[in-house]
């Protein structure tokens, strides 16, 4: 899901898309991970890849979402949105309910 | 490029024989040019950046489970979803279970549908029986006394029973290998201390 997140970003690459998450967010990332994935993504058809040559000399494959991959995408946003408010409402209590007990103790 | 990549990405390409020439060597140049890119825009020795990468051997395995798990969610051969399940078998408790499920499933729709057409040759010994000691269906070892009930039907109806056994195989195996994967993913995510990126 964050691979699909970063691309819906843009279009990138196995390092950059590490290097996004890595400065976006608190996941670690297995760097051996992400190449499989994005060959699984590219063969379900929800990303298109281009080798295009860096400014470092070498060539980059670069990842694009396709509108299959945006549809997912934007599924997979809804998603995770509804699952976090839900846990929100859920949380929201319990931290009340701590404070509560804070301003009881004095 | 460095004695140490060259030997990682020669056993990168050997662990992915499989694989058709042109996906082999994209997966291998991409796999190249992360080296060299984490290399010299970081400056991180090479043998750390492999390290990051984990075993060559690893690395292929992922990418030949996600091609085996595709194409065998679209087989609907016995031979290939049984040996993808084998295959699978070895990565954990529900790969093995599913293993044994498709094992038996198909054995028993094999057994079922070979006993069908022994069943002329062994009139006497093939049926569906039901006796003292129960019902048993196919051939009964060491066995006296009960009533055959099926007859000449028997090959019929162990033929269904033999083509259903198979089918239900089938259709449970690819349902549930894409699971499998996903579970799999999951779990490899969690104890390299990660996240479920796709």
């Given amino acids: 899901m964050a691979v699909v997140m970063t691309l819906a970003l843009g279009r990138n690459y196995g390092l950059g898309i590490l290097r996004v998450l890595e400065e976006n967010s608190s996941l670690v990332l297995s760097e051996g991970t992400i190449y499989p994935i994005l060959n699984r993504l590219r063969q379900d058809g929800l990303v298109d890849s281009a080798w295009v040559e860096s400014e470092l000399g070498h060539p980059r494959r670069y990842y694009v979402l396709t509108a299959k991959g945006r549809e997912r995408a934007v599924e997979m946003a809804n998603t995770w949105l509804q699952l976090a408010a839900g846990l929100e409402r859920l949380a929201r209590p319990v931290l009340g309910r701590k404070d509560d007990n804070h301003d009881g103790s004095h | ?198």
């Fill in chain 2, 1 to 198: 490029m460095t004695g140490p990549t060259n030997q990682y990405l020669a056993e990168l390409r050997a662990a992915l024989a499989g694989m058709t020439i042109t996906e082999r060597e994209e997966i291998v140049e991409e796999i190249r040019a992360h080296i060299e890119e984490r290399s010299t825009s970081s400056g991180m020795p090479i043998e750390e950046v492999l390290r990051r990468l984990g075993p060559a051997a690893g690395l292929a395995r992922d990418y030949n489970n996600g091609a085996l798990v595709r194409r065998a969610s679209r087989s609907r051969s016995p031979w290939f979803l049984l040996r993808a399940t084998y295959h699978w078998a070895w990565t954990g408790i529900h790969g093995l279970v599913i293993f044994f499920m498709a094992f038996i499933g198909y054995a028993m729709g094999a057994a079922l549908i070979v006993s069908a057409f022994l069943k002329p040759l062994f009139p006497e010994n093939i049926g569906f029986w039901i006796g003292p000691d129960g019902a048993v269906f196919g051939m009964p070892s060491g066995r006296q006394g009960g009533r055959e009930l099926l007859g000449p039907w028997y090959t019929q109806v162990a033929i269904l029973l033999g083509l259903a056994f198979l089918i239900a195989t089938t259709m449970a195996v690819r349902a549930l290998l894409p699971k499998l994967k996903r579970s799999h993913r999951l779990a490899r995510a969690n104890t390299e201390n990660a996240v479920p990126m796709a």
